[in-house]
């Protein structure tokens, strides 16, 4: 109930929560702002007379350290990356993984399973050029549609809607020429405005295995 409020309990709770799941500060950050947001509503609109969570403050962004901090791909980096996205499908099924071949890629691939091998090496190279050139969010990705991008244009650009955003914004961004001509490349003739761009988006997983296969560390030398 909002009268149980009690901001000791609250930050008790999120520092156990931060122990326990092992959350990053910002995370913690984003959940004080959510129940504060409760508690002001109900102050607004009555049902509380004042804001126990008032004292109740998130950390400064610059006092937090990452959980997991990044760090960027080189251009070189990126090329490799490409490539051993677009390559990798077909060369796992050519690998033969048992006996005295193992490790070889002589295995025979059926035509039809070749090409679709090489389709989802395509898709998973514009995925990840769509990530560096524009930004977006695995999932931003995933729920782009055609009638999302607009190639007629100069440049062209992508119509994000705000149901498809994580901050819930709607946007325009800008598209580099490389990406614009490798979408006018993968654009079927016959889509459709509310087909999606892409079927799939490559979790963690597949995305180390192609850093692996790139030569590419997932971690460096700072553990970014």
């Not at 350290?65 to 490409?82: F, T, W």
């Given at each position: 109930r909002l009268d149980d409020l009690d901001p000791v309990a609250v930050d008790r709770y999120l520092t156990d929560l931060a122990q326990k799941k092992k959350h990053s500060g910002i995370t913690r950050n984003e959940y004080i702002t959510s129940i504060k947001s409760l508690t002001k509503w109900a102050v607004t609109f009555r049902r509380m007379k004042d804001d126990p969570l008032s004292g109740l403050k998130v950390t400064?962004?610059?006092?937090?350290?990452?959980?997991?901090?990044?760090?960027?791909?080189?251009?070189?980096?990126?090329?490799?990356?490409?490539?051993?996205?677009?390559?990798?499908?077909?060369?796992?099924?050519?690998?033969?993984?048992?006996?005295?071949?193992?490790g070889k890629q002589i295995a025979n691939v059926d035509q039809r399973v070749k090409a679709k091998a090489l389709q989802k090496g395509r898709e998973r190279r514009l995925v990840y050029m769509m990530a560096v050139?524009?930004?977006l969010r695995r999932n931003e990705i995933r729920q782009l549609t055609w009638g999302d991008i607009h190639l007629e244009t100069i440049p062209g650009h992508i119509r994000l809607r705000a149901r498809t955003t994580k901050s819930k914004r709607a946007d325009s961004l800008p598209i580099h020429p490389q990406l614009a001509d490798e979408l006018r490349g993968w654009k079927p003739q016959d889509a459709?405005?509310?087909?999606?761009?892409?079927?799939a988006v490559p979790n963690m997983k597949c995305l180390r295995a192609d850093l692996a296969m790139a030569g590419i560390a997932s971690k460096d030398g700072s553990h970014r």
């Open positions: 400064e962004r610059r006092a937090i350290d990452p959980a997991h901090p990044r760090r960027a791909l080189s251009m070189g980096e990126i090329s490799k990356l490409l490539d051993a996205a677009e390559r990798r499908p077909l060369l796992e099924l050519q690998t033969i993984r048992i006996g005295r071949h193992a050139w524009t930004g459709a405005a509310d087909d999606c761009v892409v079927s």
